[in-house]
């Protein structure tokens, strides 16, 4: 799906629900300036955000975006999907199933040269390991430069984002409590 598409589809449930960008915002733990240019495809979105705004509007995730499903509990390289949100840069792919009662959700990220997550706050708890390549984690304020076998784990609930200011690409592996995946049919 586009990134039009989901600046479009964000406004349109949005606006079905009767919430303001401030409401919404708040609820997902994002700003309303951040929220209002998702809305009109000025930024790109994260997953962990799009699954807050979804839970703030009360729709399935995959009603905003596609993302390829994984209905095996086994993952394999060969056999997986690299796919982004609205077409950024950043590339995710999706290692966990989805069953009731899972409470853990992993992706690998690719995280290229230059990117800038937004600044958030959502449920649960996060854990990030590098692979590859160097990041940084921002949390309440706080640098937590990362290379590879280093790693981090933190109260979501906290503001951060994650950069890669370096010349080359980083791979992360992240797992976090957050339903970041819904694999119920979406109704448009």
């Known amino acids: 799906m586009t990134a039009d598409r989901i600046g479009e589809r964000l406004?349109?449930?949005?606006?079905?629900a009767g919430k303001t960008l401030n409401q919404v915002a708040a609820d997902a733990g994002l700003t309303a300036s951040f929220l209002s240019q998702a809305e009109r495809n000025l930024t790109g979105v994260?997953?962990?955000?799009?699954?807050?705004?979804a839970k703030s509007l009360q729709i399935p995730l995959n009603a905003l975006f596609d993302q390829p499903a994984q209905a095996q509990p086994d993952s394999h390289v060969d056999q997986r999907v690299r796919y982004?949100?609205?077409?950024?840069?950043?590339?995710?792919?999706?290692?966990?199933?989805?069953?009731?009662?899972?409470?853990?959700?992993?992706?690998?990220m690719n995280i290229p040269v230059g990117y800038?997550?937004?600044?958030?706050?959502?449920?649960?708890?996060?854990?990030?390991?590098?692979?590859?390549?160097?990041?940084?984690y921002t949390i309440e304020g706080r640098d937590y430069p990362l290379g590879p076998g280093d790693s981090v784990h933190f109260d979501a609930g906290k503001?951060?984002?994650?950069?890669?200011?370096t010349d080359?690409?980083?791979?992360?592996?992240?797992?976090?409590?957050m339903a970041l995946f819904d694999d119920r049919p979406a109704s448009e």
């Open 84 to 108: 982004t949100v609205g077409g950024q840069l950043l590339a995710y792919e999706r290692l966990s199933s989805s069953f009731p009662g899972n409470s853990i959700n992993a992706v690998k």
């Open 46 to 53: 994260s997953l962990s955000s799009l699954a807050s705004i």
């Open 159 to 165: 503001l951060h984002c994650l950069a890669n200011a």
């Open 11 to 16: 406004r349109r449930y949005r606006r079905a």
């Open 116 to 136: 800038q997550s937004e600044l958030i706050a959502h449920e649960g708890v996060e854990f990030s390991y590098v692979l590859s390549g160097e990041i940084v």
């Open 168 to 177: 080359a690409p980083a791979e992360v592996l992240t797992m976090t409590t």
